[in-house]
């Protein structure tokens, strides 16, 4: 059979407690303590990146808003000069029509007055050349 000495069960018991506490004081309480501080540096790294990530999202959010509000802005503005260009070029054609008009006009009053001082002048020779015609079908 088996025999237990009462004494030996008690050293060994006293042993073992003696090694459960200096083991726990030594060996696992600093590694709970590491552990526990990388549980923490980890979680809070976790935390800063999200935290970061929510910064860039808002970021990248006021960088759309004023990139949207540069493209309406620019649109206005090439429309308003491109409003202004097309006014500009109606105002030009229309001078230019305008002053075409003008010596047009121009052009024909002086015709006019050519054509009416060439008639005047025909007139006033049309009784010196009749004379000269008369003359030559009398001689002849």
Not at 77 to 103: H, P
Request: without cysteine; aromatic residues 6%; glycine residues 4%.
């Amino acid at each position: 059979m088996l025999d237990i000495s009462p004494l030996w069960f008690l050293v060994q018991l006293a042993q073992f407690l003696f090694l459960l506490v200096f083991l726990n004081k030594v060996l696992f309480q600093p590694l709970l303590k590491i552990f526990k501080e990388r549980e923490d540096n980890t979680s809070g790294a976790l935390e800063n990146a999200k935290a970061l990530d929510k910064d860039k999202d808002e970021v990248l959010a006021k960088i759309d808003a004023k990139l949207s509000d540069g493209r309406v802005q620019a649109k206005k503005t090439f429309e308003e000069l491109a409003k202004e260009g097309s006014d500009v070029q109606k105002g030009a054609l229309e001078v230019a029509q305008n002053e075409a008009v003008e010596i047009n006009k121009k052009a024909k009053e002086e015709l006019e007055a050519a054509t009416e001082k060439a008639r005047a002048g025909l007139k006033t020779n049309i009784e010196a050349f009749s004379k000269q015609i008369v003359e030559k079908l009398v001689t002849v």
